[in-house]
Structures are given as C-alpha cells and as structure tokens.
C-alpha cells in the first residue's frame, strides 16, 4: 500500500522512510516509529493499517545516521549485537531533527499524532514532552521510558504496556502512573512487544487489538 | 537470601544424615574448604558478606548471548543490565547466581 521515500532533516540529512496514504478522505497525519529493527516488515505494515484507517502515515528511518538502510526482520539473537552498536553510536541530539522532518511530512494529512513501539515508544514520550507541533501521542511498551519519567508530555498522551514486559517492570509502569496523572496509561496482558504480529512468540492478538483500538479512537479524537 | 538460607540449611540436614562425624561445626567447616561457593553461602547467611543489585556493563560481543529482556534493558541503560552480586570481604564482586548454583551443585552431589 506505502511506498519508501525520502526525507529530508532540518540539518540537510537525507534518510529513508515509508509512507503509506488514504486512499478515501484524510482524517490526519501519525508518524510511526520503528522498534530496534528499523523500516522492516512489520513496521511497514502498522504504517499500511494506519492509512487503512485514514491517516497519511509516515516511519522515518531512525538509524539511518547510524548505518543508512539497516533494516531486519530477523528477530533472533543474531541481530543483538549489531542493534547494539547502532545504539551506542545512536545520537538523542539529532533524532528529534528526523522525527521532526516526519511530523511534517505527515502534516500534508493535518494535525499530526506520533505512535511508536519499543525504542519508537520511547520516542513517542520523549516527542510528546517536546510537542514538536503534535496533537496526540500513543506509545507503546516504550524501552526506558521510566527513565524519563520526569519529562512532562505537553499534548495528549497515551502509553501501552503489558504486564508480563520483563524489561519494563510493573511497578516502574505504576511510577510512571503515579507521576503522571494526565497521561492514560494502560497495561495489558502479555510481554515486551505484545502488538508485533510477526514475533508469534511475544504477539497477543487480543491485546494488541484492544491497544490499537485504544490509539485509533484517541487519534480520531485529538486529529480528526 | 531465602535459596541462601535454604542451602544453608540444607548442609545441616546433610549433617544429620551422616555418622562421620557428629561435630557439626566441624562437618559444616570440612564442607566450606571443600567448596568455595557454599564458603560464600554460609559466610552470607552469618552477615558477613551481602548482595548487592548492580548495573553492569555488557560488552558487545556478549549481546548474542543475552536474554531477550537483558538485551532490551541493556539498550535503554547505557549498555548495562542488573545483576545480583556477592560482594566478597575484599570488596570485590562476583556473580551471585552462578556461586549459589555452584553451591547448590556440591550440596547434591554430597
């Protein structure tokens, strides 16, 4: 349904995305972002769903300053120690720079939500406190959010987490809770990535629907 | 603590079913130089060494060998991941898991 392209950085960095556009009326615009494995298959796809809903949907490549195109659908340990040198020469300065060149690629839909999952859910809260011209924020199971739990969203913003996430303990999850009342914050049954249906292992098709419902029907109210 | 005190524990009923000796001081002593992980048990469970829980670096190349949810802490924690340790009367550290294991291990085979 999308289609890989381009976009340009605030700081003339070219990198990878992939957009995917209505193809009735266009109710808004949601930036997604990858988890460690980059533009791969499954992400691909949550941008195709958005669209399907009617939201012109952008993925900006997150790790292309890092290794331009990595991508993997390979979930096994073998991509372990590649993802960690991505992220240990991964820059946070510039990140927001290509978050920002998605949120307007996908404001050509309207106002704009952002949604991520894993490093992407992280993303999502640390954008949100940001504002970065946004109007929602939708993140799921985001790795180290509690380490950022005193950043303050400054648009409305949602948070998906499962309750058996080894990596994001329960109670961490009720700390973020506890600190930030306005932000809904939802657990569900199931592990770290309980909405990547290509993980059949971590994937819990009733969560994730329930969460994906959850994020539409607070796109629809905060973008359409 | 509570598979410590359990080890612990479990050397003494080793003591009880046994004729060698009826000295427990000396059976539990004989078992601690025989074993230096079940040495670092019992000095555990007496206060004299305690457990820590630390953010320990891990180097690349151990990444394949993670777990998966190491391996996602690691990458949201500067490259560490929390890990149990025995601090040692040096002040030195080792892992506290593979020394109860090991210590588990002896008191089986005994």
Redesign the interface.
Known sequence: MGERITLTASDGFSLNAYRAVPEGKVRGGVVVIQE?WGLNHWIRSVVDRFAHHGYLAVAPAMFDRVEYGYESDDYT??Q??I???L??TFSHDTAPLDIDAAIKAASEGGKVGITGY??GG?ATWVTAARGAGLSAASGYYG??VP?YIDLEPQVPTEMHFGDKD??IPLEQVEQLKARHPKADIYTYDGP?GFCNSDRPDNFNEASCKKASLRTLEFFHKHLD | MLVCGLADAYADRLFGAQDATDDILAFRAESAVRSTALARVFALVRGELRLVTEAVE?P??D????K??D???????D?TVQRVRLVLADGSRVLAHPVVGEAIWFLRSA
């Open positions: 460690v340990p073998a372990f120690q993802i960690g040198e992220l240990k894993c490093f992280r790795g180290g380490n080894t990596g770290h | 891990v690349l190349s990444y394949g060998h993670l998966v949810e391996f996602m802490v690691s990458l949201y924690n490259h």
